[in-house]
Protein backbone atom coordinates (compact mmCIF):
# COMPACT_ATOMS: atom_id res chain seq x y z
CA UNK A 1 0.00 0.00 0.00
CA UNK A 2 1.64 3.09 -1.42
CA UNK A 3 0.56 6.38 0.49
CA UNK A 4 1.73 10.20 -0.07
CA UNK A 5 1.17 12.94 2.52
CA UNK A 6 -0.23 15.72 0.92
CA UNK A 7 -0.97 18.12 3.88
CA UNK A 8 -0.68 18.21 7.42
CA UNK A 9 -2.83 21.18 9.47
CA UNK A 10 -2.19 21.29 13.72
CA UNK A 11 -4.93 23.35 15.68
CA UNK A 12 -4.41 23.43 19.41
CA UNK A 13 -4.33 19.92 20.93
CA UNK A 14 -5.64 18.04 17.83
CA UNK A 15 -3.58 17.41 15.15
CA UNK A 16 -5.33 16.73 10.97
CA UNK A 17 -3.17 14.97 8.46
CA UNK A 18 -4.73 14.64 4.97
CA UNK A 19 -3.34 11.58 2.51
CA UNK A 20 -3.41 10.04 -0.91
CA UNK A 21 -4.56 6.87 -1.26
CA UNK A 22 -3.25 5.31 -4.95
CA UNK A 23 -5.71 3.05 -4.63
CA UNK A 24 -8.86 4.75 -4.26
CA UNK A 25 -10.45 7.00 -6.92
CA UNK A 26 -11.03 9.65 -4.61
CA UNK A 27 -8.81 11.57 -1.63
CA UNK A 28 -9.91 10.64 1.57
CA UNK A 29 -9.42 12.70 4.84
CA UNK A 30 -9.49 11.46 8.28
CA UNK A 31 -8.63 13.02 11.43
CA UNK A 32 -5.97 11.50 13.78
CA UNK A 33 -6.70 12.71 17.62
CA UNK A 34 -3.07 13.55 19.28
CA UNK A 35 -3.75 12.03 22.48
CA UNK A 36 -0.54 13.38 24.09
CA UNK A 37 -1.89 16.79 23.56
CA UNK A 38 -5.86 15.96 24.01
CA UNK A 39 -5.17 14.17 27.74
CA UNK A 40 -2.91 16.88 28.58
CA UNK A 41 -5.40 19.55 28.60
CA UNK A 42 -8.11 17.04 30.13
CA UNK A 43 -5.90 16.12 33.16
CA UNK A 44 -4.24 19.69 33.70
CA UNK A 45 -5.25 22.45 32.09
CA UNK A 46 -8.86 22.22 32.24
CA UNK A 47 -9.34 21.27 35.98
CA UNK A 48 -7.40 24.37 36.67
CA UNK A 49 -9.87 26.45 35.34
CA UNK A 50 -12.63 25.28 36.73
CA UNK A 51 -11.19 25.27 40.14
CA UNK A 52 -10.00 28.27 39.56
CA UNK A 53 -13.61 29.85 38.25
CA UNK A 54 -15.39 28.02 41.24
CA UNK A 55 -12.90 29.60 43.85
CA UNK A 56 -13.48 33.01 42.48
CA UNK A 57 -17.08 32.74 42.81
CA UNK A 58 -17.42 31.36 46.13
CA UNK A 59 -14.25 33.39 47.69
CA UNK A 60 -16.35 36.51 46.40
CA UNK A 61 -19.87 34.92 48.26
CA UNK A 62 -17.48 34.39 51.29
CA UNK A 63 -16.25 37.64 51.51
CA UNK A 64 -19.80 39.04 50.76
CA UNK A 65 -20.94 37.42 53.74
CA UNK A 66 -18.31 37.27 55.94
CA UNK A 67 -19.33 38.79 59.49
CA UNK A 68 -17.17 41.32 61.05
CA UNK A 69 -16.96 43.23 64.55
CA UNK A 70 -17.41 46.74 64.74
CA UNK A 71 -18.05 49.50 67.43
CA UNK A 72 -18.59 52.74 67.94
CA UNK A 73 -16.80 55.18 70.03
CA UNK A 74 -15.53 58.08 71.55
CA UNK A 75 -11.97 58.12 71.94
CA UNK A 76 -9.96 60.99 74.58
CA UNK A 77 -6.97 62.71 73.31
CA UNK A 78 -3.30 61.22 73.68
CA UNK A 79 -2.76 62.68 76.94
CA UNK A 80 -6.26 61.59 79.14
CA UNK A 81 -5.32 58.01 76.69
CA UNK A 82 -1.96 57.72 78.36
CA UNK A 83 -3.04 58.61 82.24
CA UNK A 84 -5.83 56.25 81.50
CA UNK A 85 -3.91 53.73 80.62
CA UNK A 86 -1.24 53.70 82.91
CA UNK A 87 -4.00 52.80 85.31
CA UNK A 88 -4.84 50.21 83.71
CA UNK A 89 -1.50 48.51 83.60
CA UNK A 90 -1.67 49.53 87.36
CA UNK A 91 -4.17 47.51 87.84
CA UNK A 92 -3.51 44.85 85.66
CA UNK A 93 0.26 44.77 87.72
CA UNK A 94 -0.97 44.56 91.39
CA UNK A 95 -4.13 42.49 90.52
CA UNK A 96 -3.41 40.59 87.73
CA UNK A 97 -6.69 41.58 85.66
CA UNK A 98 -5.32 42.21 81.71
CA UNK A 99 -8.84 42.15 80.19
CA UNK A 100 -9.07 45.88 80.68
CA UNK A 101 -5.88 46.37 78.37
CA UNK A 102 -7.33 44.92 75.28
CA UNK A 103 -9.28 47.28 73.81
CA UNK A 104 -8.40 51.11 73.55
CA UNK A 105 -9.31 53.61 75.95
CA UNK A 106 -13.19 54.57 75.31
CA UNK A 107 -16.50 55.96 75.81
CA UNK A 108 -18.76 53.08 74.16
CA UNK A 109 -21.41 54.77 71.93
CA UNK A 110 -22.67 51.50 70.17
CA UNK A 111 -21.81 48.42 71.86
CA UNK A 112 -19.61 45.43 69.34
CA UNK A 113 -22.05 44.58 66.96
CA UNK A 114 -21.50 42.31 63.58
CA UNK A 115 -22.15 43.21 60.01
CA UNK A 116 -21.34 41.68 56.65
CA UNK A 117 -18.05 42.88 54.95
CA UNK A 118 -20.24 44.05 51.75
CA UNK A 119 -22.24 46.59 54.41
CA UNK A 120 -19.34 47.81 55.62
CA UNK A 121 -18.52 50.57 52.78
CA UNK A 122 -22.51 51.72 52.69
CA UNK A 123 -22.26 51.62 56.74
CA UNK A 124 -18.98 54.05 56.59
CA UNK A 125 -20.66 56.47 53.57
CA UNK A 126 -24.19 56.74 56.17
CA UNK A 127 -22.11 57.11 59.33
CA UNK A 128 -20.35 59.80 58.02
CA UNK A 129 -23.29 61.09 56.99
CA UNK A 130 -24.34 61.37 60.42
CA UNK A 131 -21.38 63.00 61.84
CA UNK A 132 -21.77 65.64 59.82
CA UNK A 133 -24.90 66.76 61.07
CA UNK A 134 -23.57 66.92 64.59
CA UNK A 135 -21.41 69.35 66.45
CA UNK A 136 -18.64 69.42 69.06
CA UNK A 137 -18.78 69.13 72.44
CA UNK A 138 -17.13 69.22 76.04
CA UNK A 139 -17.27 66.49 78.31
CA UNK A 140 -16.01 65.82 81.48
CA UNK A 141 -14.37 63.12 83.82
CA UNK A 142 -14.99 62.94 87.23
CA UNK A 143 -13.68 60.36 89.87
CA UNK A 144 -14.31 56.30 89.98
CA UNK A 145 -17.75 54.13 89.45
CA UNK A 146 -18.55 50.62 89.42
CA UNK A 147 -21.08 48.46 87.82
CA UNK A 148 -20.89 46.07 90.98
CA UNK A 149 -18.79 42.76 90.70
CA UNK A 150 -18.17 43.41 87.08
CA UNK A 151 -16.86 46.68 86.34
CA UNK A 152 -15.21 49.69 87.39
CA UNK A 153 -14.61 52.96 85.43
CA UNK A 154 -13.82 56.26 85.33
CA UNK A 155 -17.00 58.71 85.15
CA UNK A 156 -18.00 60.88 82.69
CA UNK A 157 -20.31 64.16 84.05
CA UNK A 158 -23.87 64.23 83.35
CA UNK A 159 -23.97 65.50 79.66
CA UNK A 160 -26.99 66.79 78.11
CA UNK A 161 -25.24 67.32 74.63
CA UNK A 162 -23.48 63.04 74.83
CA UNK A 163 -27.30 61.85 75.80
CA UNK A 164 -28.57 63.82 72.63
CA UNK A 165 -25.45 62.21 70.86
CA UNK A 166 -26.03 58.57 71.96
CA UNK A 167 -29.88 59.47 71.63
CA UNK A 168 -29.96 60.79 67.71
CA UNK A 169 -27.13 57.75 66.52
CA UNK A 170 -29.18 55.18 68.37
CA UNK A 171 -32.30 56.09 66.25
CA UNK A 172 -30.11 56.86 63.09
CA UNK A 173 -28.42 53.16 62.92
CA UNK A 174 -32.13 51.75 63.76
CA UNK A 175 -33.49 53.65 60.72
CA UNK A 176 -30.80 54.06 58.36
CA UNK A 177 -28.68 50.87 59.02
CA UNK A 178 -32.05 48.42 60.16
CA UNK A 179 -30.33 47.62 63.57
CA UNK A 180 -32.29 45.50 65.62
CA UNK A 181 -33.01 47.93 68.80
CA UNK A 182 -32.80 46.72 72.91
CA UNK A 183 -34.94 50.26 73.90
CA UNK A 184 -34.36 48.78 77.45
CA UNK A 185 -30.56 49.23 76.86
CA UNK A 186 -30.34 52.07 74.63
CA UNK A 187 -32.70 53.99 77.46
CA UNK A 188 -29.93 53.15 80.10
CA UNK A 189 -26.69 54.42 78.48
CA UNK A 190 -24.07 55.11 81.00
CA UNK A 191 -21.38 56.77 80.03
CA UNK A 192 -17.68 56.06 81.45
CA UNK A 193 -14.22 54.61 80.78
CA UNK A 194 -13.74 51.40 81.59
CA UNK A 195 -10.53 50.32 83.45
CA UNK A 196 -11.39 46.77 84.84
CA UNK A 197 -13.77 44.22 83.83
CA UNK A 198 -14.31 40.86 82.78
CA UNK A 199 -11.48 39.04 85.03
CA UNK A 200 -12.01 41.54 87.71
CA UNK A 201 -15.13 39.41 89.19
CA UNK A 202 -13.62 37.58 91.77
CA UNK A 203 -10.97 40.70 92.99
CA UNK A 204 -13.99 43.55 92.57
CA UNK A 205 -14.08 43.91 95.96
CA UNK A 206 -10.46 44.15 96.65
CA UNK A 207 -10.22 46.99 93.62
CA UNK A 208 -13.17 48.91 94.23
CA UNK A 209 -11.75 49.31 97.80
CA UNK A 210 -8.65 50.77 96.47
CA UNK A 211 -9.99 53.39 93.84
CA UNK A 212 -13.37 54.03 94.42
CA UNK A 213 -12.17 57.08 96.32
CA UNK A 214 -9.17 58.23 93.92
CA UNK A 215 -10.09 61.28 92.52
CA UNK A 216 -9.59 61.70 88.15
CA UNK A 217 -10.47 65.42 87.31
CA UNK A 218 -10.47 65.94 82.98
CA UNK A 219 -11.96 67.24 80.54
CA UNK A 220 -12.19 67.15 76.37
CA UNK A 221 -13.56 68.19 72.98
CA UNK A 222 -15.50 65.44 71.68
CA UNK A 223 -15.35 66.42 68.15
CA UNK A 224 -14.96 63.12 66.47
CA UNK A 225 -16.74 59.37 66.50
CA UNK A 226 -14.85 56.82 65.54
CA UNK A 227 -15.78 53.34 63.67
CA UNK A 228 -13.66 50.41 65.20
CA UNK A 229 -13.20 46.81 63.61
CA UNK A 230 -11.77 44.11 64.93
CA UNK A 231 -8.77 41.95 62.81
CA UNK A 232 -9.26 38.65 64.73
CA UNK A 233 -6.45 39.62 66.97
CA UNK A 234 -7.23 43.46 68.24
CA UNK A 235 -9.76 46.33 67.89
CA UNK A 236 -8.30 48.62 65.24
CA UNK A 237 -9.65 52.36 64.15
CA UNK A 238 -11.44 51.89 60.96
CA UNK A 239 -12.42 55.94 60.65
CA UNK A 240 -12.67 59.12 62.59
CA UNK A 241 -15.84 60.86 61.76
CA UNK A 242 -15.49 64.35 62.30
CA UNK A 243 -18.51 66.90 63.27
CA UNK A 244 -19.42 69.97 61.51
CA UNK A 245 -16.88 72.39 62.97
CA UNK A 246 -18.62 75.65 61.59
CA UNK A 247 -19.18 78.49 64.31
CA UNK A 248 -16.82 77.15 66.63
CA UNK A 249 -15.34 79.72 69.02
CA UNK A 250 -12.22 78.82 70.77
CA UNK A 251 -11.55 79.62 74.63
CA UNK A 252 -8.98 78.53 77.07
CA UNK A 253 -9.89 75.52 79.08
CA UNK A 254 -7.87 73.54 81.78
CA UNK A 255 -7.83 69.64 83.16
CA UNK A 256 -8.30 69.63 86.29
CA UNK A 257 -5.49 67.18 87.34
CA UNK A 258 -3.39 70.33 85.94
CA UNK A 259 -2.54 70.15 81.60
CA UNK A 260 -3.40 73.65 80.11
CA UNK A 261 -5.28 72.60 76.32
CA UNK A 262 -7.00 74.93 73.96
CA UNK A 263 -10.15 74.10 73.97
CA UNK A 264 -13.03 75.03 71.03
Known sequence: MN?????????????????????????????????????????????????????SI???????EQKNLYFIALLPPADITR??????????????????????????????????????????????????????????????????DHTIFIDVKESKPLKKLHRDLSRYLTMELNFNRNTQRSSQ???????AYRDLKQKFHQVWKDYKNRTFEANFLVESLFLLKHNYSHWEILEELRFDRSGFTMNLFEHSYGEKVLAY
Not at 58 to 64: D, H, I
Not at 189 to 195: G, I, R
Open 189 to 195: FKPHMTV
Open 58 to 64: LNYKVMA
Open 83 to 148: HVDHIKNEIARNYNCKDALKPPTHITMEAPFFASQNMEHFMRQKLRSFANTQFPFRIQFSGYGAFP
Open 3 to 55: TKKIGKTIFPYFEFEMYNRDFIPHLQIWVKIKAKYFSFYLLNILPQLIFANIF
